[in-house]
């Protein structure tokens, strides 16, 4: 398989896992997480292995726990997904600045 193709699948898979990961809402805000700006990464090594870096919206959230599992699990549910590891990080800690426009105007912040 040549680098091109390569590049072109995995382009595909991060838009899948993108598509996924907006299927995933914060309990407390009505936006994916995506949108709200909690994933800070997607890492997606040659054996299909994802790592994804995110945040929460405060360390003290109540999904705290569920969450991560929740992305390991959708992101693991891809065919083309070998294992899926979520990893949370505060630094930087999220702010509002980080979501979207799309989530902004969805808040009414704009």
Known sequence: MSNENIAEDSAE??????????????????????????????????????????TLTSPNCPVAESLPAEVEEKVKSLDAIKDAEVEITFDPPWTQDLMSEEAKLELGLL
Do not use: Q, R, S
């Open 13 to 54: 898979l991060g838009e899948k896992i993108v598509k996924i990961l907006k299927t995933i809402y914060d309990p407390e805000i009505p936006v994916d997480i995506y949108e709200l700006g909690l994933i800070y990464d997607v890492l997606v090594n040659e054996d299909n292995e994802v790592k994804i870096l995110m």
